[in-house]
């Protein structure tokens, strides 16, 4: 089967999400399998690398850090070039780890190519809002409650 994985979280962020794709990409493909990840760049640049045996493709996107959190990157939510190689891989599922702009590309090209999509819920977003540097978001309810609405909508 071919299964394209779609996460703002990739390397080389050193965190949980990126540990369970790593960790899901091996095994499946010790099992055969061939993956495609889809992820932010570290920088501007696209890039694609494939293993020597072209069973696991990277495309990273050209990206922007967040002002407030450097670690995190973003990137749009649309890509015709993404999207062309995703029809050559005929992915048999999508899988999306996350609920941002990479989250949102794999949604789109999940539902253009009629694919089955999935997705895996890591980080309790409302929980998360505490640990943002940002004041108005740490110390209000309505930055929890706006969160629960959009995890509700995205997943």
Known sequence: MNIAIFSDSYEPQI??????IRNMACE???RGHRVMIVAPAQDSKFRHNKNSQGSLQEFFLPSISLPT?????????FSPRIFGELRKFRPGIVHVHTP???GWLGIN???KLKVPLVGTYHTLLPEFM??????????????????????????
């Open 69 to 77: 959190y450097k670690d995190y990157r973003i990137t749009h939510f």
């Open 15 to 20: 965190n949980g999400v990126v540990t369970q």
């Open 109 to 111: 090209c999940a539902k």
């Open 130 to 155: 505490a640990y943002l540097p940002i004041p108005f978001l740490k110390h209000t309810t309505l930055a929890k409650s706006l969160a629960w609405k959009y995890t509700n909508f995205f997943y």
């Open 100 to 102: 941002f702009s990479v």
């Open 28 to 30: 499946f493909l010790r």
